[in-house]
């Protein structure tokens, strides 16, 4: 499930990295390539890419899911009988809840046809196979929360980062020791309230940009 909170998500699922999976179906040679992506542009750019690598397969099948102010959800047969190819790509991406990715799947034909059923699971599994090389991470949305403590203070609040998992962007050490924090959304105003708790208000705290980290490896 996308989690949404205040029309704003606040966390998804994409690919890790670019990646390739191959696998063949009676004779036919299907490739996978995968990669996470921010625009449509970028998305093109990489069909555009993988069809002059693979002029001469039979068919290079795509799909690509963008979630921003809107979301964008494209897919193309590639000449392969309609509903039997893109479709079933873009249906494993949205079945495994994913986003800002595209897939393409070249096939080089073999000889045998597979039929629509036949071409439905093969294009279906190759594309899981990309994914699957591609590995799946959950981005969540974080606060950028600047804190400046001083020495004394500054192990307790490390402790709280660490034990929350929370991720420290950088830090300086000064007369005072400034943090740069990035604290999940919904975990914001409890945290400052600990951090002056702990400081006995001793402290200057300052919220920077939001931005979306990587929290789970799956």
């Not at 039929?115 to 699971?121: F, I, N, P, Q």
């Not at 420290?168 to 600990?194: C, G, H, N, R």
Request: proline letters at 2%.
């Amino acid at each position: 499930m996308r989690k949404k909170y205040d029309g704003i998500q606040m966390q998804y699922k994409t690919v890790l990295k670019e990646a390739t999976a191959e696998m063949e179906e009676k004779k036919s040679r299907f490739i996978a390539n995968v990669k996470p992506i921010n625009s449509e542009e970028e998305a093109l750019e990489f069909i555009n890419n993988l069809k002059a690598k693979y002029w001469d397969a039979t068919h290079n099948v795509y799909a690509y899911y963008i979630s921003g102010e809107s979301i964008i959800q494209r897919f193309s047969d590639d000449g392969e009988p309609s509903g039997t190819a893109g479709m079933p790509v873009l249906e494993v991406i949205k079945r495994m809840e994913l986003q800002d990715l595209v897939v393409v799947v070249t096939r080089y034909f073999g000889g045998i046809l597979l039929g629509a059923a036949g071409l439905v699971r093969a294009y279906s599994k190759s594309a899981s196979l990309g994914i699957e090389a591609a590995g799946i991470i959950t981005k969540k949305l974080c606060q950028l929360v600047n804190i400046i403590i001083d020495y004394s203070t500054f192990g307790k609040i490390q402790n709280k980062i660490m034990n929350e998992g929370y991720t420290i962007k950088d830090t300086l050490y000064a007369q005072d020791v400034e943090l740069s924090v990035l604290v999940p959304l919904e975990d914001v105003e409890a945290f400052i309230e600990y951090v002056n708790d702990a400081a006995n208000g001793n402290v200057l705290i300052d919220l920077g940009k939001k931005e979306y980290v990587t929290v789970k490896l799956t």
